[in-house]
């Protein structure tokens, strides 16, 4: 499992957290849910190996019963290694007993944003079996006319940039199911602006690997991490990283476009 996609993860996230002690307890508890969503991957491609179904359909009754067996272990370490308002959040879930917690697992897979603390906890259950049913299935590689994914159609959490000839091709990263795709750079992932002029750009110091763009039309932002500046960044570890990004542009009227799945 060693060039695994959640070991990389985790090997970035680790190395963030020690140059960057703000981020550092949430860095933290990622490597646990990293290291915990590696092994439900494992375990559901294992126990659940029929072809997957599209990911906009309702779990069926199996999916439903192996997650639901699954959710007791991760909300224990949420409770021990979260935040303390995750964690109290995590207490309140264990204690509210598995029919509640099964119902909260149905009712998540389904939505395209969750609104409220619990449904993103619930989104990074769930996150991993969003990736391996993505993985199964077949997804259109030229897709860069939509900003939504091309396999469940929710919105992007970050974009990348690659080297790709003399310059960069820009693709978004779907805030659920990890799918990426290709992209066009000078227009806004949430209303299609067009206009350069209205879509800033700001970097930081700290960061000067990360694009914070912006648009002023519809007041959104979105991160892109450049790996031709930096070629081991990864984007969900270097999105939680860069928090204080999403703190400026706040600050400034910009309201992130789609938050990542532990809801920051």
């Not at 303390?84 to 697992?105: F, K």
């Not at 993103?120 to 994914?149: D, G, I, N």
Request: glycine fraction near 6%; charge should be negative; aromatic fraction near 8%.
């Amino acid at each position: 499992m060693a060039n695994s996609p959640w070991q990389a993860r985790i090997r970035r996230a680790q190395h963030a957290s020690g140059r960057h002690s703000f981020a550092a307890e949430i860095l933290k508890f990622y490597i646990q849910v990293a290291d915990f969503q590696e092994g439900l991957h494992r375990r559901l491609s294992t126990v659940l190996p029929l072809p997957a179904g599209p990911l906009d359909s309702e779990l069926n009754d199996s999916e439903s019963s192996e997650l639901a067996t699954q959710f007791e272990p991760f909300l224990a370490l949420a409770a021990t290694h979260g935040p303390e308002p995750l964690a109290a959040l995590s207490r309140e879930l264990q204690g509210r007993g598995r029919t509640v917690q099964s119902d909260l697992i149905n009712s998540t897979w389904v939505v395209s944003s969750p609104s409220d603390a619990q449904g993103f906890l619930t989104w990074t259950f769930l996150q991993p079996y969003a990736e391996l049913k993505r993985s199964r299935a077949s997804v259109p590689q030229s897709h860069s006319a939509r900003a939504l994914c091309p396999f469940c159609d929710r919105r992007p959490a970050v974009a990348v940039l690659r080297q790709m000839g003399d310059g960069a091709a820009r693709s978004l990263v779907c805030c659920f199911c990890l799918a990426e795709w290709e992209f066009r750079r000078i227009i806004c992932a949430g209303c299609g602006e067009e206009n350069d002029r209205k879509l800033p750009v700001y970097n930081a110091s700290d960061f000067d690997y990360i694009r914070l763009e912006c648009c002023d039309t519809c007041k959104t932002h979105i991160k892109t991490i450049d790996l031709t500046r930096d070629g081991h960044a990864d984007p969900i570890a270097d999105d939680l990283a860069s928090t204080p990004l999403d703190l400026w542009a706040r600050d400034h009227g910009y309201a992130r476009l789609q938050q990542n799945f532990l809801g920051l």
